[in-house]
């Protein structure tokens, strides 16, 4: 099939842009998005396309917006909301949480919500404390919700045409180093199923799993495992909820040795359920305890220099997948 | 306050029998329904409606069918005055697969989507933003269907109330915020709540036309909501509307209520709009006494028989509920 | 050291009342805690006691009430903010995670915030998918706070009194159903410090772990073990942050099998991360995979028999124990 | 918009030089800020205060030792108003150890409790809260302390403004919230944010006094300021006080700002609050011109200096990062 190499920030575009021309019900609101075409330009040129009804801006209300955001799914409609920050959905828990996460048990079934909140996390830049977070484990834990986090333009702009016509409310996670990395994209309609964990890179000896941004980071870290000799295979789940339990246990069954790479601090993150269904299911395949690679628990700092320090770097993954593969003489401390 | 101007013709025979019909049927829905709670059959919450029937019902009686309601923890009323079915109703509240929401829902999660009932609602405050949304919704579909949020005093101090009204404003959706003002919020008095007790005063601080009525005039509050829904339809944006009121009892079923003074508790029994809506059909409407007799007979032998309905009906099985939760 | 029978919500009204007698910067706020005392009653007295200027009423504003705790805990003052369920504390989630937790960091040290919540979780009595929610994986994540959960009245007033006098911001999680539970409680200055687990039962066969209202259900299972000839050791963090990890790990050293037992639900919860702390600090001495007995991923429903059928109960401790111990000839199912 | 009794006395020079001093130390400080941004030095978020001088030098030049202050996104002024050390600003911006945060905070986070600096902060509306609670805090000691949050057009808009600015209120608390209204939020129009954009009017609506000033008027931002202290301080609760200003520039160093219209920008330009000052210092004070030359050529050296010791200051270490992190 044809493809073309274009940013992130591009398949996005063209994921709601496809969508909002199929589908009347499909609008986006958000800070900043109509006028301004989006603080990562990922919505450029829609306001001109569509019209101020279906590209608004918005006040600085992130829990008016989340929950105008729900109550219009919840009528039928199919909303996106663009919060600037993860940090900032923080205003709108109680509608995440309480609201989308719940009507659909609340009325036995009856009641749908297909909302999409869009939005952004991670470090990067010295955005400091309050804009640098990985928050997907507290959605990760709130039944109903869906949480996607494409690592790649193809798996971007496939998952959000597909939260685009599903049922639940997604949690559409992305990154602020990937909106301008390039891939390749399918011409054509590109819808990717949630649920469906992507190989990566094939390997043998070591499973390397990974999401968003640390996909990028593990596979650099995966080709200098190769150049020692080492084979990883690297699993992309590339959505946490639903998780493709199948592709990650088969990859671990096969190389019995598991390492969990995440951005967010390592106390209750994605990784540690993760690991934690791995050593349920494979207990008496591994031949290593699942090693988990993550963020330090403290928020991020300002300076540089510690902001790197705070989150997993390429030598921290190779360091851990040596570990589990007992391949040097001392063992290092776990974290 | 800013009034709108009043249409002069008076309400009609068939309007005052419907808005009696429904303030009687919450009426008994609540004083039933408070003894089935306590015989120990409804379990959780029960947040009775009783005194301030007449806003439900005279909001609802203005509204048409495709618009849309989103209700308050204290949401029975709504519910009826939208015309649900009361079987369905009591058969939620008694945990049955036969309830709106198959007993997975309960008191404060009563919905039904398929007529625009966005549901009563546990967290205080959060049918404001839901009810703007559904407004939007509407909006961008091209429907001129207006969204009612009934909300409290409670409410209005919670910041969604900012928030979404905001909202609804700069994109002059039709949507009517209805604040059920019965100057409680459990035990808490509204002057301990805020300085400035006259709450539609905070929908023209962001420039939304905003009036208050007496909630416990059923017709009243019929009109004004009309004149409100009339405002929306002309692309005015949304309005707010203030209907002081007053529980007759405590703030749920188990409380006793006791720190409700007396004397104010006297004056609004004294204006229980169950009452005026009864004598506004007798003596506006000119309709006899048995008339009025028989339809309060129909409705109490329609809560007998949802009852009776409720309690023959089966609940979700533990098996079918883990089948539910598949794919969660 | 002589000891008094007394109520979960007993204690902790000696624990306000003892702390705000000795400390005036004590000062607790929330609804209907002061006329009324309190839905659960923990508040009753305290008015009178100590006036309208340290315990007052609010109105219904969440995210203001948490906020002005927490802008009063950076100001001197000893705020303790009742939240009526941890449900509602989604609405005051940024002042959690983004200004109580971060604080200290942004500052460099320099600043601290003595901030309480108080509020309470669980699911019981039919209050359904709003007010029945065990969230504490979601405060257990985010670096800074500090995260209780007492399952006995001595515990409740102990912690509760230590919260009082140290530095950080703790989400204090009672349980609905323990509140009426009586128990043992030392007379005089009573205090327990953050991060040390209590050995509920001591026992050599198997580790169980749990807090909250699941040490109750796991007491319980563990007799009914006791009966079947298997000596279950009972541990209750009591904190999970700070957590004591060397409490825990020493007994599955010992036991070589664990159970961890959650109300919440089983995706991404507190369970999971110890879960990854045991396998991977005692991979080589486990007998068994570590077991999770955890709540349905499912919002809770209203239908009292449904809500039992979503929390673990007593049976599916003892299973999961004897599962470990391969007791049983069939393997049961791990969920 | 009721207007409080002003004080005849007019300004005394010493007056009037800490406000020129505060005002042009602020121009400075964002004017070098910018060219350290541009190269590279410093990394992250910078919003600068240029053409909102008026307002943090005039607030906080009618408080007092003990008060307190929480700030914005866009903090650098209130910070330097309420007498920062030049050189432990600029260090953070470095990311020095020798920074008020250690360069753990940066711009958006400096704060100085010693001194009652609550800090700037990363969401906006977020300081409104924990004003409030410093003033409630204040109030519980004892204290009569003040404690003032600035806030922005913006951060009216969230729902903190109206849950905590109610609850300063019904606790009678000496809290003072300064809306900086400089009419945009990053790109966005008030007009397209609020149907009322006198937001003063929010706060008439819970029963807060509320005015409006010039916020490119120092002096008046001072007198109000005052008249609002006196009100707190005479037991009659917070103050409401909203400052109509503009940007300089566009939201942040990296914005051209290319959407503001230049006749706006240059009507405000034209009424530059650091101008004001000067001039204020030079006629109602009656100071020489060289006196002012003096204590510019004095601010901009301070500044240099400030720059070469947060060069020459070293950065917390990786490890005792970690140290730090311990026990997180
Ligand atoms: C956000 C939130 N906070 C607290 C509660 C607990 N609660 C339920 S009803 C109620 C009182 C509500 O008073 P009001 O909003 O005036 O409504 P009313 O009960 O008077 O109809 C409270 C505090 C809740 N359900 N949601
Ligand atoms: C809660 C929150 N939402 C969004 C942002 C991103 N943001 C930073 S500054 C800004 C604009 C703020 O405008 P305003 O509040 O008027 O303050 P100003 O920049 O004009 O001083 C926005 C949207 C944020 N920091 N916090
Ligand atoms: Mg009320
Ligand atoms: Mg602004």
Redesign the interface.
Known sequence: MAMREIMYRDALREAIDEEMARN??V?IIG??IA??GGSYKVTEGLLAKYGP??V??????????????????????R?IVEILYV??A??G???????A???R???????RVPFIMRTQGGAG???????S?S?E??F??I??LRVVMPSTPSDAKGLLKYALRQEDPVMFLEHKHLYMTKGLVPDGEHIIEFGKADIKRPGKDVTLIAWSNMVPTTLAAAEELAAQGIDAEVIDPRTL??LDKKTILDSVAKTKRAVIVQE??R???????I??II???L?YD?D?????VAG????I??????EK??VPQKQDVVAAARRVLHADPIELA?E | MTTPARTANAPSKALLEKIFRTAYKIRVFETEGIKLYRQGLIRGYFHPYLGQEGIATGVCSALSEGDYIASTHRGHGHCIAWGADVKRMVAELLQKETGYCKGYGGSMHIADISVGNLGANGIVGAGTPLGVGAALAAQIRGSDAVTVTFTSDGGSNNGTFLESLNLAAIWNLNFILVIENNQYAVSTRIEESTREQDLYKRGLAIGVPSFQVDGNDPIAVHDLTREAVEMCRAGKGPVLIEAKTFRHMGHHVNDPGKYMPEDQLAYYKARDPVDRARAALLDMGGAKAQEVAAIEAEIAAEFESAVEFSKASSEVTPEAFREFAVGY
């Not at chain 1, 828990?93 to 609201?99: A, E, F, L, R």
């Not at chain 1, 048990?105 to 009641?111: A, F, R, S």
């Not at chain 1, 700092?301 to 510690?306: G, K, R």
């Open positions: 009347p019900q609008f800070e900043g006028e301004r009804k279906r608004r801006d918005t006040p600085i209300a992130e829990a008016g917006m989340i929950g105008v955001g729900v109550g219009a799914a919840i009528a039928g409609a909303p940090d900032f923080m205003l828990m109680d509608m995440i949480v309480n609201q996460a719940k009507f048990l609340m009325t036995g079934g009856n009641g830049g010295g955005v400091a404390a309050q804009h977070q928050l484990a507290l990760y834990h039944p109903g909820v639903p967010a601090n106390r209750g993150g994605v990784a540690s359920d690991c934690s050593q349920e299911e207990f591994l290593a305890p699942v090693s988990i330090l628990d403290i928020p700092p300002f300076n540089l220099t510690l320090a705070s776990a």
